[in-house]
């Protein structure tokens, strides 16, 4: 099983920025499609953004399109999530995860098709 470590959470004003990091271990991190989610206080866990293996495939929410970038380095075991023009409904604790059963393009949306789960890290955006 693939370990997952997000960080690069915290505290930000509406219009900043964050960029988030998930190293991964244990496993050739390459197998791996990646995805992030998100979960506010009271709300259901959210999709927000998927990568495909080789990352030439990526995927949005609606609500982050033209906001959040998500990429990967193979190189270093790593998803990122740079997060511009952050709003107040950002706010939540964010997750990576990663799905080993794909082929090299496919991306993920379902949060029950993924495999493996970070332990979270907290976005806070105030107005």
């Known amino acids: 099983q693939v370990q997952l470590v997000e960080s690069g959470g915290g505290l930000v004003q509406a219009g900043g920025s964050l960029r988030l990091s998930c190293a991964a271990s244990?496993?050739?991190?390459?197998?791996?499609?990646m995805g992030w989610f998100r979960q506010a206080p009271g709300k259901e866990r959210e999709f927000v953004a998927a990568i495909s293996r080789s990352e030439l495939n990526t995927y949005y929410a609606d609500s982050v399109k033209g906001r959040f970038a998500i990429s990967r380095d193979n190189t270093k075991s790593t998803v990122y999530l740079q997060m511009n023009s952050l709003k107040p409904e950002d706010t939540a604790v964010y997750y990576c995860a990663a799905d080993g059963r794909r082929d090299w393009t496919t991306v993920v949306r379902g949060a029950g098709l993924y495999d493996a789960w970070g332990q979270g890290t907290q976005v806070t955006v105030s107005s």
């Open positions: 244990g496993r050739i991190f390459s197998n791996y499609a």
